[in-house]
């Protein structure tokens, strides 16, 4: 990555030339050495017109392997190679010019025509912290088999053939594909022109809010759920209305169809599994969002089902309802059950209209051919893939059993991850957690807790972890009467260092 030193100032007054403009690489500045003297005297500078001392110019190191000495010796046919005249010294920087004027720099944001409603917003990410537990990110925990990572190769490989020519812009074969693997959860025949892929589920939202969204129009949600939803509308200039839960955490149709009647919203987002926590909305809920949405004609209901591989048995997928409800958009990514997180796959289905509204602001060739070959390979594994699904689901449900024993209260999970509490002080046990090499989320919901399903050996490690933390300071479990999940109230993120996006 290079930087460009740019100083440019006007000229002098009554006359002049301004100061010539710098481009240098940034690279290139850090490795020329600089002579304290030369810099306070520039007239104590070298020519730089003036022939090099060869004795003081070091010979690079060669591109590539060394060359033998046959290759470029007497009778071998070929010149020696040249060597590299010394880089010239990089003029300094003026402080002010004739005039007197300052030169102009960037320091930071502030120093930047950023956007008023950015300022001040923190980027996305939860805490990347190298230690032997990580249950923070929501991932899969099952790395792809050596077979599986020989057929990527294979699809990397033969992408790679044709990597001078754009991908396929529509991504037919990709979305093909797609659809019929979502035929069977779907319930019916899924057609090509109902699905829509893009770079991970994030990016399929922000492209609903561009279509859909923008200055002048809402969007929203029912907190506390995944907020990349509020921030990717904030970044799209939309507005942003975050409605509550109940105080367990429920969400019926009576709450949503009110928000839709008040707003009015051209984007409402619905989380089934909810993230974080973890349980599917019923059908008859999204239903009801879709109806009164059609009835006020005012935007579209959005389902975020990335986490919709590990529902339990009989609860059914936003899916089913998309042949009578043309306002429904479903999301989904590869991410987590396909174990994917690294290719960056995300995906809708909704009506032909929609997807035609996602080509209007995607940027051309968005999907490499490199993620669609990785993505179809994994599509064509799809059994061995999902395989894992039902491992991750059996350490889901032991943390749901073995967490009550610790005298903790959980909400019932249809997701990989399963939210935990009653905490009087929910950062200190996430603190004592990763003192113990266990790394959990603090999503600043007040004395709850998220911790992903992982490996065996995680699970076990994680319980025995909070089991140390709880026994040494007993007072962190909530002492009063045991509630629903969410009874001792949902209040908004308190702005800690722990408080960050959901993901």
């Not at 093909?176 to 779907?186: E, I, K, N, R, V």
Request: charged share 15%; with cysteine; glycine share 8%.
């Amino acid at each position: 990555m290079t930087n460009d030193i740019d100083a440019v100032e006007d000229a002098a007054e009554g006359g002049g030339t301004p100061t010539e403009v710098i481009s240098v690489p940034m690279e290139v500045i850090s490795a020329v050495p600089v002579d304290p003297a030369t810099a306070a005297d520039p007239a104590a500078a070298p020519d730089p017109a003036a022939a090099p001392d060869p004795a003081a110019v070091a010979a690079p190191a060669p591109l590539g392997p060394p060359v033998p000495p046959s290759a470029s010796g007497p009778g071998s046919g070929s010149a020696a190679v040249p060597a590299v005249p010394a880089v010239p010294a990089v003029p300094a920087v003026p402080a002010a010019s004739a005039g007197g004027r300052a030169a102009r720099r960037v320091v930071g944001l502030d120093d930047l025509p950023l956007r008023d409603d950015l300022r001040g917003l923190s980027p996305y990410g939860a805490p990347q912290i190298d230690v032997p537990v990580r249950l923070n990110t929501n991932e899969n925990p099952h790395a792809p088999s050596a077979g599986l990572v020989d057929a990527l190769g294979k699809a990397a490989t033969l992408a790679a053939t044709e990597a001078n020519r754009y991908p396929d812009r529509e991504a037919e074969a990709l979305r093909a594909d797609l659809a019929y693997y979502l035929t069977p959860d779907a319930g019916f025949g899924v057609h090509t022109a109902q699905v829509w892929a893009a770079n991970g589920s994030n990016e399929v939202i922000q492209q609903l809010c561009q279509a859909f969204g923008g200055p002048g129009r809402l969007a929203v949600g029912f907190e506390p759920s995944y907020s990349m939803h509020r921030l990717i509308a904030q970044a799209t200039a939309t507005g942003w209305a975050g409605e509550q839960r109940a105080a367990d955490f429920t969400l019926d149709a009576e709450r949503v169809t009110s928000a839709i009647r008040r707003h009015r919203p051209a984007l409402l987002f619905l989380c089934s599994p909810n993230n974080p926590t973890a349980t599917a909305l019923g059908m008859d809920v999204i239903a009801a969002a879709c109806e009164v949405m059609d009835e006020v004609g005012s935007g579209v209901v959005v389902v975020d089902e990335a986490y919709a591989e590990f529902r339990r048995a009989g609860v059914p997928s936003a899916l089913t309802l998309l042949p009578e409800q043309p306002r429904l958009v479903v999301t989904r990514t590869m991410s987590k059950a396909f174990a994917l997180a690294g290719a960056r796959v995300g995906y809708l289905a909704a009506h032909p209209a929609v997807v035609d509204a996602m080509a209007l602001v995607r940027l051309p060739y968005h999907l490499s051919s490199f993620t669609q070959a990785v993505a179809r390979t994994a599509l064509a594994h799809a059994d061995e893939l999902l395989g894992t699904v039902d491992a991750v689901k059996a350490q889901r449900d032991l943390l749901v059993r073995s967490l009550p024993e610790l005298g903790c209260e959980v909400a019932p999970s249809d997701a990989n991850f399963v939210l935990f509490g009653r905490f009087t002080d929910q950062r200190a046990v996430w603190q004592g957690l990763l003192d113990a090499g266990v790394l959990v989320r603090d999503l600043g919901l007040d004395g709850w807790l998220r911790v992903t399903a992982g490996l065996p050996a995680e699970t076990d490690a994680f319980l025995g972890a909070l089991r140390a933390v709880l026994a040494a300071r007993p007072a962190l479990l909530n002492s009063g009467p045991a509630g629903p999940p969410g009874s001792s109230g949902v209040p908004a993120p308190s702005g800690g260092p722990h408080d960050l996006a959901a993901g």
